[in-house]
């Protein structure tokens, strides 16, 4: 998994930063209800967005690539996945504070 380093934490928010080597990716995941502004410092990821099928069962929705520069306020009930392409440096700002999520998993194809 990657690495995450708390960098500033202050009443009502924190900073975290994020380091990705290849073939690291997160969890599907949401942030809890926290709202989260993340931002691509270096490289490139690979970000899915999913829906609530039910319960922990989720689809894919949307998914694209985030270049360096790229800022991305992250919507407090949205279901995400992570990805660097190659390595990649990301800061994540949380507020009021990074929270655990729920971990979801993806529909399968053809499943009935």
Known sequence: MYHREL???????EVWLLSWLPGQVSPIHDHGGVVTVSTVLSGVVFEERFERI??????????????????????????HRVR?????????????????????????????
């Open 54 to 79: 039910a319960g922990p069962l989720v689809r894919p929705t949307w998914a694209g690539l985030r270049e360096a520069g790229a800022i991305d306020p992250i919507d407090p009930a949205a279901i």
């Open 84 to 112: 660097p392409v190659g390595s990649a440096v990301t800061l994540h700002l949380y507020m009021p504070m990074c929270a655990d999520g729920q971990i979801y998993q993806a529909e399968v194809a053809g499943a009935a």
């Open 7 to 13: 960098v500033h934490a202050a009443p009502g928010y």
